[in-house]
């Protein structure tokens, strides 16, 4: 056997497992190891004490504009249309959040049509030119009033930083819309796994030539490895030991609730609570995953400073502390970095499955 076909994954998320997958169907053996005790990552679901599917790290809502990413994925789950909605809370009314025409009308009581909606924001817009920061973002497409309404607060609380000192990436994944659509995506593809999102995992893990093994930190193998190549998807900054200092990452605290005897809690499945409250939302998954039960659950997402990193945090220093490390990763022989905390960037899951195939079919030609 020939000595590159042995692989160490670190990391059991989307990034390692379609990773491992990729190798293992074209002949390598792959070890898979994860500190944490279940695969899936951040993407993580399991019944809750009462029976109700949840997602242990807050609300995974699958949608992708990439035909091949939802065909890779459709080989390990069937899947169960949805397609989310949110509302987003001002002065005690839930509203159609992102913004659109009848968040317009219900908020200042008019009746605008399509193209009064486009006028409407046109007339309240502060135009900016060039368009650098989440602040210039929503400025720029919906003017002062509901910039301070449903962004500002938001995203102080959930980044603890103002729009102004955040790239303009963040608010861009929101859209401003003059129709009625009141989807959170728009993407070709919206769809939950029909089982859950470790049981497609587990799909994806299950070949004759990958073993997993959990509960195992590649900071107590690191320096004993056999591998011929190692695919890592955990935060870059800590597989190069810190040197330059730690990447900021921005974390969150989930508090879980089951309500007992109450069949639904809010009417879509996320609420955002962007001027009330210490948390940011609260998602109530029987909408997600379309599970029948007599008693729901939810998630409340308070975001921290410390704790697990979820999001990397993007701004420009940070992004240029990235740049650093990542000239380190380019001269590191036979390591694969990829994913949301290896590569630094605010992926979606189907992003990162895009990275991984790629990353994969690098490895492979
Ligand atoms: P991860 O899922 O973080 O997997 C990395 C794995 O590496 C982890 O399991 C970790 O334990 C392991 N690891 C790290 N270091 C080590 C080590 N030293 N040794 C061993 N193992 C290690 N995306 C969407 O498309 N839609 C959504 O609705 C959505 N909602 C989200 C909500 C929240 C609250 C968060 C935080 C993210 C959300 N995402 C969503 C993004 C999605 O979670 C990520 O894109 C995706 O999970 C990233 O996959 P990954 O494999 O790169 O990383
Ligand atoms: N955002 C906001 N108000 C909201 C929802 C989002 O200001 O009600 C901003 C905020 O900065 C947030 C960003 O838009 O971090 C992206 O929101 P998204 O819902 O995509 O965040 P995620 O689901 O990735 O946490």
């Not at 200042?108 to 210039?136: C, N």
């Not at 900071?219 to 935060?235: I, S």
């Not at 800590?238 to 974390?251: D, N, T, V």
Request: charged share 25%; glycine share 8%; with cysteine.
């Amino acid at each position: 056997m020939q000595a590159s076909s042995f692989a160490l994954v670190v990391g059991a998320g989307f990034a390692g497992s379609v990773i491992a997958r990729e190798l293992a169907d074209a002949g390598w053996l792959v070890r898979v190891v994860d500190k944490r005790i279940h695969v899936a990552g951040n993407a993580y679901d399991e019944l809750d004490a009462h029976g109700v599917l949840v997602h242990r790290y807050g609300p995974h809502i699958f949608h992708t504009n990439g035909e091949r990413i939802f065909d890779y994925l459709s080989r390990f789950t069937e899947w169960r249309p949805y397609e989310h909605r949110v509302r987003g809370v001002v002065d005690g009314r839930a509203y159609p959040f992102p913004i659109n025409r009848d968040t317009l009308n219900q908020l200042y009581g008019l009746d605008l049509d399509d193209t009064g909606a486009e006028a409407f924001l046109e007339r309240v817009r502060e135009p900016r030119d060039p368009v650098l920061t989440s602040e210039d973002v929503v400025l720029n497409s919906v003017g002062r009033d509901l910039y301070e309404k449903f962004f500002l607060n938001y995203t102080r609380k959930q980044w603890g930083l103002d729009p102004s000192q955040l790239k303009a990436g963040v608010a861009a994944r929101i859209p401003v819309r003059t129709n009625t659509d009141d989807r959170y995506f728009t993407d070709t593809f919206q769809a939950m796994p029909k089982f859950g999102y470790t049981r497609m995992f587990e799909a994806m893990l299950d070949h004759p030539n990958i073993t997993v093994e959990l509960g195992v930190d590649f900071e107590d193998l690191r320096d004993n490895m056999r591998a011929a190549h190692v695919v890592y998807t955990g935060p870059i900054d800590a597989y190069f030991r810190y040197c330059f200092g730690p990447l900021p990452y921005r974390s969150l605290r989930f508090e879980h609730e089951h309500l007992a005897g109450l069949t639904q809690y809010q009417e879509t499945g996320t609420i955002n609570y962007p001027n009330d409250h210490a948390y940011t939302r609260i998602t109530e998954f029987k909408h997600l995953t379309g599970q029948t039960h007599s008693g729901t659950s939810i998630v409340r997402e308070y975001p921290q400073a410390e704790g697990e990193p979820y999001y990397p945090i993007p701004r420009a220093e940070n992004e240029a502390l990235f740049k650093r490390y990542e000239e380190l990763a380019k001269a590191e022989r036979n390591v694969t970095f990829v994913g949301r905390l290896a590569q630094y960037r605010y992926y979606n899951m189907d992003q990162v499955v895009g990275a991984a195939l790629a990353a994969a079919k690098r490895l492979l030609d």
